[in-house]
C-alpha cells in the first residue's frame, strides 16, 4: 500500500498532526489524498457536543494491484479532539458527461474506525487510457461538515473515442445535415417572401386600377 | 331588379348592425383595459423581480406560459381549416363563416407572441432570438413561421374586407369621421371592376394555397419545439401530426364559441343558421376522430413499451397526481363531446356551445399536460432540491399574466368586430345575386 505521509493543517492557528491537504488539494496520484472542511455548526442544538465535529477530513489510500480504496473520515469535534467519523454515509461515484455514477450499488458506510474500503469495478469505461475521475463525498449530514474529495484513476477500461460509435448515447455523434436543411430553409423563406411581395403588388395593382377608372 | 335592390340593402344593414361604437362597447372596452391593466401591473412585478415569481424553477422552466402559446397556434389553425380548405373544396355553406375564422387566426397569432415573451422575463430579450439565433434550432424556426403565418393570416383577413370598406365609406354617414378614413384608406380604390375583381381572386387563391403549408409547418414546428428534445413524454414521431389535429378540434371549438356569441350579440340568426352549427358539428366530429386516433397512438404506444422513464412519467399522467385532469379532459374535452355530437339534439347551436366551452377549456389543459408533466420527470433528476423546485405549480402572479394575454384576444377579437363586418357583405350580396339569376 502506498503511503500518504503527514500533512498538516491548522485549526484557528493551532498547528495539528493531521493527514490532510488543504481544501484545494484534489488530485494526488500516489499519496495520501485528502479534504478539509469546516463548519461553525451554528443552529444544530439537537446533537450532543461531543458528536459535534468542526472539521472533517478524508483520507484517501489505495492498493494498485487490487485496486482496492481505503477511505478514513475524521475529524475534530466541538471539545477539540480527533475522532473518527462513523457510520457516515460516503457517496463514492464516477464522473460521467451528464452527472455521476454511484461506483456500488448499496450505499456505503464507514465503520467504526471510520474507515472504508472498496474494490473498484473493472468495467468501469474511462479515457483512451482508462483512466476516470472518482469523487468520495460525505453524505449530507447536521453533525459534520460533508468532506468531498476528487481523483482521478487510471484503472478503467480505456476506451477509443474516436471508432465509438453512437449506441446508448442520447446525442448524435454525427449531426444531422444541416447544410442541406439551411438550404431549404432559405429557399423556402425566400420563396414566401416572393410570394407574399406579390401579393402586396396585386392588391397595389388593383389600387391603381381604381384610381384610374 | 328593385326586388334585388332590396334585397342588397337589407344585407347591408343586417351584415353593417355591428359597427357602430355604442356605449355597450365602450364599457365592454373599459372593463377589458382595467383588467388588463392589473394584468400588467403582475408583468411590471414579473419584469422588476424576475422569472422567481412565478413557479417555474430548476426543474419546470416551461409552464402555463408555454402552454397558452401552443394553444394559441392551435386555436389560430381554424384560419387554414375553415378559411382555406373548406374554400378550396368548394363548400359553398362556409362563406359567412371565413371572415370569423380570420378574425380568430389573426388574434390567436398575433398574440400568441406575448405568450413566448412572457416566458422570457423581460420583453427585450427577444430580440435576443433574431440576433443570436441558430439556423439549427426550431425555437428559430418556429418565431419566423409564426410571423409568416400572422401575415398571411392579416391579408386573408384584410384582402376580402376591401369591398366592404369601400361600401361602408360610401354608405355609413353616421359614423366618426376616422372611422370614415380608414374605410377609405383600406377600400385601396375598389371600384368593383372585372379587372378589380380578378386581381382579387388572384391574391385570394395565392393566399389560400400558402396557408395551408405555412400553418401546417407553424404547428409541426410547434410540435418539434417539445420533440426534438430527448425526453420522456415528447420523445415522440407522431408528434407532428398529433399537435396539428389537436389544432383542428381547439379551432372548431374556438369557431362555433365565436359564431354563437356574434350571432347572438349581432343578430345574425339568418346569416349563420342552425345549418352551420349542423355542419360545423360533423366536422368538429371527423376532427376529434383523427385527434383521438392520433392520441391513442401516442399514449398507448409507449404504455406498452413501459420503458423506464416513459412509465415514471405515464404513472403520472394516468394514475398519479395528474391523472384526475387527465380523465376529465379526455372524457369531457374529447371522448363525450364526440360521442354527443353524433345526434341531432346536440348539433344545435345552444347545445353546440356548451359542449364547445367543454373541448375549447380542455384543450388548453391538454396543452398544460403536455408541456408540464413532462418537465417535470427529467432523465437525470437533481438530487436534494427542495420540493417546490421539482413540482410545478403556477403562481397568482404567472396566472394573472397569462389572464392579461387571453384578455388581449378578447380585446382584438372585440375591436375587428366592431370596426369591421363579421360576415363579408360585398361576398353575401354576390352570392344572392347569382342565387336570384340562377
Known amino acids: 500500500m502506498e503511503d500518504c505521509g ?15 491537504l488543504q481544501r484545494n488539494c484534489t488530485d494526488c496520484h500516489t499519496g495520501i489524498i485528502s479534504y478539509y472542511s469546516k463548519s461553525d455548526l451554528q443552529g444544530i442544538d439537537t446533537i450532543t457536543p461531543g458528536e459535534k465535529f468542526i472539521h472533517t477530513w478524508l483520507v484517501c489510500t489505495r492498493e494498485e494491484s487490487l485496486k482496492e480504496i481505503y477511505i478514513s473520515a475524521s475529524g475534530i469535534n466541538i471539545n477539540n479532539d480527533t475522532l473518527p467519523v462513523k457510520n457516515a454515509l460516503v457517496l463514492v461515484v464516477v464522473q460521467r458527461y451528464f452527472g455521476w455514477m454511484p461506483v456500488n450499488p448499496k450505499p456505503l458506510f ?8 472498496i474494490i473498484m469495478p473493472d468495467n468501469i469505461k474511462g479515457d483512451s487510457s482508462g483512466r476516470y475521475k472518482l469523487l468520495i463525498r460525505l453524505a449530507d449530514e447536521r453533525s459534520y461538515p460533508n468532506g468531498k474529495l476528487k481523483i482521478n484513476l487510471d484503472w478503467g477500461e480505456p476506451l477509443d473515442y474516436s471508432s465509438y460509435s453512437d449506441h446508448g448515447r442520447i446525442t448524435a455523434v454525427i449531426e444531422p445535415p444541416f447544410s442541406c436543411l439551411s438550404a431549404t430553409s432559405v429557399l423556402v423563406f425566400f420563396t414566401t417572401c416572393i410570394l407574399i411581395s406579390y401579393v402586396f403588388y396585386l392588391i397595389f395593382k388593383m389600387r391603381r386600377k381604381g384610381s384610374a377608372e | 331588379m328593385i326586388v334585388q335592390e332590396e334585397k342588397k340593402n337589407i344585407i347591408i344593414k343586417d351584415l353593417t348592425r355591428n359597427i357602430r361604437l355604442t356605449n355597450r362597447f365602450h364599457i365592454w372596452m373599459g372593463f377589458l383595459t382595467l383588467c388588463l391593466i392589473f394584468c400588467l401591473f403582475a408583468y411590471y412585478k414579473q419584469i422588476r423581480y424576475g422569472l422567481g415569481v412565478t413557479g417555474m424553477r430548476d426543474y419546470v422552466s416551461w409552464g402555463i406560459y408555454i402552454s397558452t ?31 370569423i375564422s380570420e378574425i380568430i387566426a389573426l388574434s390567436f397569432a398575433v398574440v400568441a407572441g406575448l405568450a413566448i415573451i412572457a416566458d422570457m422575463g423581460h420583453p427585450e430579450r427577444l430580440l ?7 439556423f439549427k434550432s426550431p425555437v428559430l424556426w418556429d418565431v419566423v413561421l409564426l410571423i409568416v403565418y400572422t401575415i398571411i393570416c392579416l391579408l386573408l383577413y384584410f384582402i376580402p374586407l376591401i369591398p366592404d370598406a369601400a361600401l361602408l365609406h360610401e354608405r355609413s354617414t ?21 379587372e378589380q375583381n380578378s386581381l382579387m381572386a388572384k391574391a385570394m387563391k395565392i393566399l389560400l394555397i400558402m396557408i ?21 413524454g415528447w420523445n415522440s414521431t407522431i408528434f407532428g401530426p398529433y399537435f396539428v389535429t389537436g389544432a383542428f378540434v381547439t379551432g372548431v371549438s374556438a369557431m362555433v364559441l365565436v359564431m354563437y356569441i356574434f350571432r347572438k350579440i349581432y343578430g345574425l340568426k339568418d346569416y349563420i343558421t342552425n345549418m352551420h352549427f349542423d355542419k360545423i358539428a360533423r366536422l368538429f366530429v371527423l376532427v376529434s376522430l383523427i385527434y383521438l386516433y392520433f392520441s391513442i397512438n401516442k399514449y398507448i404506444v409507449p404504455a406498452y413499451k413501459m420503458q423506464k422513464y416513459e412509465s415514471v412519467y405515464l404513472h403520472e399522467l394516468v394514475a398519479g397526481r395528474y391523472a384526475p385532469l387527465f380523465w376529465t379532459i379526455q372524457i369531457t374535452g374529447l371522448i363525450l363531446p364526440t360521442i354527443l355530437l353524433l345526434f341531432n339534439f346536440f348539433r344545435k347551436p345552444l347545445q353546440l356551445f356548451i359542449i364547445s366551452i367543454f373541448v375549447f377549456t380542455g384543450s388548453w ?59 363579408p357583405v360585398y361576398q353575401t350580396i354576390e352570392a344572392t345575386t347569382n342565387e336570384t339569376a340562377d
Request: charged share 15%; glycine share 4%.
Open chain 2, 69 to 99: 402559446f401552443i394553444f394559441f397556434v392551435a386555436t389560430s389553425l381554424t384560419g387554414m381549416l375553415i378559411c382555406s380548405i373548406l374554400v378550396l373544396l368548394g363548400q359553398k355553406w362556409i362563406a359567412p363563416l371565413v371572415r
Open chain 2, 174 to 194: 353616421d359614423i366618426p369621421s376616422w372611422q370614415r378614413k380608414t374605410y377609405r384608406f383600406l377600400s385601396f380604390n375598389w371600384k368593383g371592376s372585372t
Open chain 1, 110 to 117: 464507514t465503520d467504526k474506525s471510520g474507515n472504508l474500503s
Open chain 1, 6 to 20: 503527514i500533512l498538516k493543517s491548522g485549526n484557528e492557528g493551532t498547528e495539528k498532526p493531521l493527514n490532510m
Open chain 2, 365 to 423: 389543459f391538454i396543452r398544460y399536460l403536455i408541456v408540464v408533466p413532462v418537465m417535470e420527470n427529467p432523465f437525470l433528476p437533481a438530487q436534494n432540491l427542495p420540493e417546490k423546485f421539482v413540482s410545478y405549480t403556477p403562481t397568482p402572479v404567472e396566472t394573472t399574466i397569462t389572464i392579461g394575454i387571453f384578455i388581449v384576444v378578447i380585446m382584438i377579437i372585440s375591436i375587428l368586430s366592431k370596426l369591421f363586418p363579421v360576415i
Open chain 2, 128 to 134: 435576443y432570438i433574431f440576433i443570436y439565433g441558430r
Open chain 2, 212 to 232: 395551408i403549408p405555412a400553418a401546417l409547418a407553424i404547428h409541426t414546428i410547434t410540435s418539434w419545439l417539445f420533440a426534438l428534445t430527448p425526453r420522456a
